[in-house]
């Protein structure tokens, strides 16, 4: 049966790399007989641009209707001085993420080989780094109550509420841990539980779903510790689940120890439509120019062939195809050192289909 993927290149640099991943899936799906549709829907600024509004009705009709939705980014200086619940990210991107029930956000920091140069850490400390982030994407301080009012003594004051329900921690926590077991079986729950009461019941609920998975260890750490052994030791993490700004935070950190920004894929699940991302934005200083690396978007890709086609020969062929374009000294800007083969984005994604090619025959 054919499937529908959805395309939302969005703004800047997704106008790029999108392309880029699709020009990648599409090589997959011919050699491994996937039948997919494409159909390419509007969102974020290019949505404000097009149809007055970040995040219209058909975009979501397309979304609801499809097997997976490919990402670019969305936002960038043109659309910065709409109030905040008009703009492209908190009018299209978090409402998305929401109505679509994606709640859990996996984001991969895995670090090929040819790069340990282009990593900020020492060889040995970062070596064969393969650690998975999951991020809580529908709750906390992104989704609770706010307001801005002018208090009795005049001053203008703003509030953000960072809520959590216990199902919403057990849910996050509880996959973590099955992710966990599928790979080195330890799972760091990270939070602030010697401030935020928030984060004391996630503690205590991270304890409690802990008993089910005796043959993973459990560890807390408090997220300003864990942002620093990110750069001391990160080859200690394997799984780490935390809430979903303390993600967003540690997430962009921990992409360049993978090299860069743009080499951090990203999978929104939890749904009954999955959403593929890069973990990067629309990188407006970059937009345009064909600078941007699309290793991050043809990574999602394969996570998407993984979590919603049921191909995992198609996500392997991908990775595989990723690690030699890199071996064999192909980079973009982003990754640039000494002797390297300077590429575009359009290039570095042509690089990469032709190599997937080659090893599916
Ligand atoms: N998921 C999303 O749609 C998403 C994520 C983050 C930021 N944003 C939005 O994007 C806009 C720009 O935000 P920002 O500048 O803080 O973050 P950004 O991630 O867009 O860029 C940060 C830096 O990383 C570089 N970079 C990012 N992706 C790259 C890539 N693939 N290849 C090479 N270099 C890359 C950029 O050039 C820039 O120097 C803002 O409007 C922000 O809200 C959107
Ligand atoms: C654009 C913004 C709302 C978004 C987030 O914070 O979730 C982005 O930074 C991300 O990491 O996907
Ligand atoms: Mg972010």
């Given at each position: 049966?054919?499937?529908?993927?959805?395309?939302?290149?969005?703004?800047?640099?997704?106008?790029?790399?999108?392309?880029?991943?699709r020009k990648v899936l599409e090589v997959v799906a011919s050699r491994l007989g996937l039948e997919l549709e494409f159909e390419e829907g509007l969102i974020g600024g290019a949505a404000i641009d097009a149809a007055g509004t970040p995040l219209p009705e058909a975009t979501l009709d397309l979304?609801?209707?499809?097997?997976?939705?490919?990402?670019?980014?969305?936002?960038?200086?043109?659309?910065?001085?709409?109030?905040?619940?008009?703009?492209?990210?908190?009018?299209?991107?978090?409402?998305?993420?929401?109505?679509?029930?994606?709640?859990?956000n996996l984001r991969?920091?895995?670090?090929?080989?040819?790069?340990?140069?282009?990593?900020?850490?020492?060889?040995?400390?970062?070596?064969?780094?393969?650690?998975?982030?999951?991020?809580?994407?529908t709750g906390g301080l992104y989704f609770g109550e706010k307001k801005t009012f002018r208090r009795e003594d005049g001053q203008e004051t703003a509030i953000d509420t960072l809520v959590y329900t216990e199902g919403e921690i057990e849910r996050i926590v509880r996959l973590a841990f099955e992710l966990a077991r599928k790979r080195r079986r330890k799972v760091t729950s990270v939070d602030k539980a010697n401030v935020l009461e928030s984060s004391r019941l996630w503690?205590?609920?991270?304890?409690?779903?802990?008993?089910?998975?005796?043959?993973?260890?459990?560890?807390?750490?408090?997220?300003?510790?864990c942002a620093m052994q990110l750069v001391r030791w990160p080859?200690?993490?394997?799984?780490i689940v935390?809430?979903?700004?303390f993600g967003d935070i540690l997430t962009d950190q921990a992409s360049v120890l993978a090299g860069s920004i743009g080499m951090l894929p990203s999978a929104s699940l939890g749904g009954e439509v999955a959403?593929?991302?890069?973990?990067?934005?629309?990188?407006?200083?970059?937009?345009?120019?064909?600078?941007?690396?699309?290793?991050?978007?043809?990574?999602?890709?394969?996570?998407?062939?993984?979590?919603?086609?049921?191909?995992?020969e198609g996500?392997?062929?991908?990775?595989?195809?990723?690690?030699?374009?890199?071996?064999?000294?192909?980079?973009?800007?982003?990754?640039?050192?000494?002797?390297?083969?300077?590429?575009?984005?359009?290039?570095?994604?042509?690089?990469?289909?032709?190599?997937?090619?080659?090893?599916l025959g």
């Amino acid at each position: 049966m054919t499937k529908l993927i959805a395309l939302l290149p969005g703004d800047g640099i997704g106008q790029e790399i999108v392309p880029q991943g699709r020009k990648v899936l599409e090589v997959v799906a011919s050699r491994l007989g996937l039948e997919l549709e494409f159909e390419e829907g509007l969102i974020g600024g290019a949505a404000i641009d097009a149809a007055g509004t970040p995040l219209p009705e058909a975009t979501l009709d397309l979304c609801r209707r499809s097997t997976a939705i490919l990402l670019g980014a969305v936002g960038g200086p043109k659309w910065d001085n709409l109030p905040v619940h008009l703009r492209p990210e908190a009018g299209a991107l978090l409402p998305l993420r929401k109505q679509l029930g994606l709640y859990a956000n996996l984001r991969p920091a895995f670090l090929f080989a040819p790069l340990a140069k282009a990593s900020p850490l020492k060889p040995e400390l970062i070596e064969g780094l393969d650690l998975l982030a999951v991020r809580e994407l529908t709750g906390g301080l992104y989704f609770g109550e706010k307001k801005t009012f002018r208090r009795e003594d005049g001053q203008e004051t703003a509030i953000d509420t960072l809520v959590y329900t216990e199902g919403e921690i057990e849910r996050i926590v509880r996959l973590a841990f099955e992710l966990a077991r599928k790979r080195r079986r330890k799972v760091t729950s990270v939070d602030k539980a010697n401030v935020l009461e928030s984060s004391r019941l996630w503690r205590r609920v991270a304890e409690r779903v802990a008993q089910d998975y005796p043959d993973v260890t459990l560890e807390h750490m408090y997220v300003d510790n864990c942002a620093m052994q990110l750069v001391r030791w990160p080859k200690q993490f394997d799984v780490i689940v935390t809430e979903n700004m303390f993600g967003d935070i540690l997430t962009d950190q921990a992409s360049v120890l993978a090299g860069s920004i743009g080499m951090l894929p990203s999978a929104s699940l939890g749904g009954e439509v999955a959403l593929y991302e890069p973990s990067h934005g629309s990188a407006p200083d970059i937009a345009g120019q064909d600078k941007a690396n699309p290793l991050a978007t043809i990574l999602s890709v394969a996570l998407m062939l993984k979590f919603s086609l049921d191909c995992e020969e198609g996500a392997k062929a991908i990775e595989q195809a990723v690690a030699e374009v890199l071996a064999e000294g192909y980079r973009t800007a982003d990754l640039w050192e000494e002797g390297a083969k300077l590429v575009g984005c359009r290039a570095m994604g042509d690089l990469v289909a032709e190599k997937v090619a080659a090893i599916l025959g």
